[in-house]
């Protein structure tokens, strides 16, 4: 079955450190890969998408991602966290034609100023 | 553009009754997809609808089910609540069928099952 993991529950930073988030996912055809972002009282939204062509995704607010399909990882990475950056951050993954999305856990991400 | 509204955003039922929900895609989205996210087990897929039509459904049993309207509204509807469907409901919408287009979300409602 298909799976999506992400390694890190919980993460805290202080303001201008860099982040990675990891994702891996079990799927051995074409994915689809999504990073989704909920910030406090907000529903979820898209931060950045890979569907094919530059494995180096760039997203909003300064995130990137990206896609190594020999490591099956959609790692998200940003050089410079801000307060603001706080949230639940979701990696997500489409499998072939399939358009359901299966969902990681979640990574809560704590910005201290 | 109005994004993704969904109602109620909370509902309390108890044990046995039945549950709707309720969702209004993005104008112009044809998809609309259900998910439940319940504590602890993430986001797990539902059911996908597009153009009227149930195309996929996720590792639930029967009494979950749902509808597409013609003006491509979306209901849930859970039979026989138990108490393990306390859950937050979110309803996503996209357009068309292709591979690259986004799933937009909603607020989501919240189900609590006394």
């Known amino acids: 079955a298909q799976s999506v993991s992400q390694h890190n529950h919980h993460v805290i930073l202080s303001e201008a450190a860099s982040l990675e988030l990891g994702c891996n996912y079990s799927y051995g055809g074409t994915v689809n890969l999504f990073w989704y972002v909920q910030y406090p009282g907000q529903h979820l939204q898209l931060l950045l998408k890979?569907?094919?062509?530059d494995p180096l995704v760039k997203g909003i607010k300064g995130f990137e991602a990206e896609f190594i399909k020999s490591k099956f990882s959609f790692n998200l990475r940003k050089p410079s966290v801000q307060w603001s950056d706080t949230a639940e951050y979701f990696c997500a993954v489409s499998a072939g034609n399939n358009r359901k999305l299966i969902w990681g856990l979640g990574t809560s991400l704590a910005v201290n100023p | 553009e109005a994004g993704v509204t969904q109602s109620p955003t909370h509902l309390i039922k108890t044990r046995g009754q039945q549950a709707t929900l309720r969702c209004s895609p993005i104008s112009g989205h044809t998809s609309v997809y259900w998910y439940q996210q319940a504590l602890g087990l993430g986001l797990q897929f539902l059911l996908w609808?597009?153009?009227?039509?149930?195309?996929n459904r996720g590792n639930f049993p029967p009494r979950f089910s749902g509808r597409q309207f013609p003006n491509y509204s979306s209901e849930l509807n859970v039979n026989a609540l138990e108490l393990e469907d306390s859950a937050l409901y979110l309803c996503?919408?996209?357009?068309?069928?292709?591979?690259?287009?986004?799933?937009?979300f909603g607020p989501g409602t919240r189900l609590l099952v006394l």
């Open positions: 996503a919408s996209s357009r068309e069928t292709k591979m690259s287009e986004t799933q937009y």
């Open positions: 890979y569907f094919s062509g």
């Open positions: 609808y597009d153009e009227g039509e149930e195309r």
